[in-house]
């Protein structure tokens, strides 16, 4: 079955640092979603890419669609303590409502 | 407008004894998921209903069913809890058009014992 995968799983950094996690799909996917998770919270949509190689920012948040359509990856240019918490990417492959989580990438920011 | 609302908060179980979990969106939304979340992991899907009057297994469905009682409401149940069902269970509610946009409710967190 379809498998999405995250790295790294962990990641501290110092305040003021840049960030990246990277999203990797065994299939070829229809579009991707990236959702953050405070800790003991929800998960809360970020932003969703569609198109091959697409790149969307929302301020210090840039996001990349790879070329195939299998990978992906945020990053977080100056990372603030507000940016601590899990990040997740989904996955939605063609012909299907469902979406399928990647492994996370736990997030923690030393002020 | 409350979103995705989510009953109970908190539920602690025996081995062998049966719960379902309520899910309710006011957002007029077509699509709506059951997920759960183990320490540590990501969400793992167990059903979901694209539209009124449909379910479909996800990737953890075994040990569960659902009920889409209508356009508003989506149930998960377990007819007979084991230790392997303790999590963190979320119900996620999408438009289904454009941007699948996924709204997220606060989690029932189970513990079987």
């Known amino acids: 079955g379809q498998q999405v995968m995250q790295i790294p799983q962990y990641q501290h950094v110092q305040e003021g640092e840049d960030f990246t996690t990277y999203c990797n799909s065994s299939?070829?996917?229809?579009?991707i979603q990236w959702y953050k998770q405070r800790p003991g919270g929800h998960p809360v949509f970020l932003i969703q890419l569609v198109k091959s190689g697409e790149v969307k920012k929302q301020k210090r948040l840039t996001f990349q669609f790879g070329e195939a359509k299998k990978n992906s990856s945020l990053h977080i240019t100056a990372t603030q303590t507000t940016d601590v918490g899990t990040y997740f990417c989904?996955?939605?492959?063609?012909?299907?409502?469902?979406?399928?989580f990647g492994t996370g990438t736990r997030l923690k920011v030393l002020a | 407008n409350a979103g995705v609302t989510q009953t109970p908060k908190f539920q602690v179980l025996k081995t062998g004894q049966s719960m379902t979990l309520q899910c309710a969106q006011d957002?007029?939304?077509?699509?709506m998921y059951w997920y759960r979340q183990d320490p540590g992991m990501g969400l793992r899907l167990i059903y979901y209903?694209?539209?009124?009057?449909?379910?479909d297994k996800g990737e953890v469905p075994n040990g569960y069913n659902v009920s889409r009682l209508n356009k508003r409401e989506f149930s998960l149940r377990l007819e007979s809890a084991a230790p392997s069902q303790t999590s963190v269970y979320f119900c996620?509610?999408?438009?289904?058009?454009?941007?699948?946009?996924?709204?997220f409710g606060p989690g029932t967190r189970l513990t079987v014992t």
């Open positions: 989904a996955g939605q492959t063609s012909g299907t409502y469902k979406y399928i």
């Open positions: 957002m007029n939304h077509n699509s």
């Open positions: 996620a509610s999408s438009s289904g058009s454009v941007v699948y946009e996924q709204y």
């Open positions: 209903s694209a539209s009124e009057g449909t379910t």
């Open positions: 299939t070829t996917l229809s579009n």
